[in-house]
Structures are given as C-alpha cells and as structure tokens.
C-alpha cells in the first residue's frame, strides 16, 4: 500500500528504526494499561484483531506479514477491564 504524503525528511530516530525493521525477521508492537476500545483500536490498526485472555491478563492482538517480516500488534487493557 503506498500513500502520497507531503516530503518531508525522517529524524535520525526514524531512519534507525526503519533500518532495524527492514533487517528483521519479526516486529512485536506493544501497549500497555489502555482501555477495551483503546486496546481494540491500537491491534486493529495492522488487522483484524483478535481478543485473548490468560492468566488474567486480556489483550487483543492482530499480525500480518508485510514483505517477507511478520507484524504482531498488542494492546493489552488495564486490569479489571473486559471485553
């Protein structure tokens, strides 16, 4: 998928994660303490996200394989949160 955006250059912290990215095999993704919608929201971003719960802990997560690295996203909601 390619956008048109305006140019603009990319910071030195971009261009670093770019690079680390581009070498990898696979890229984890995380947010922490959100709530139901938040988390949702953040996993749905790469895909449709999929809710999971173990050990108490509730998260919805979503993965893709975008040009050969696998993509994992996870939002995981504040403690005491459902679905």
Not at 53 to 63: G, P, T
């Amino acid at each position: 998928m390619k956008k048109q955006t305006n140019k603009r250059f990319l910071s030195s912290e971009e261009l670093l994660i770019l690079a680390l990215y581009h070498a990898s095999e696979k890229v984890d993704f995380n947010i922490f303490q959100r709530t139901n919608d938040g988390a949702k929201r953040f996993a749905s971003i790469l895909n449709q996200p999929t809710y999971k719960e173990a050990n108490d802990i509730k998260w919805y997560e979503s993965a893709k394989e975008i040009n050969g690295i696998n993509i994992h996203a996870a939002g995981f909601l504040e403690l005491g949160d459902t679905e």
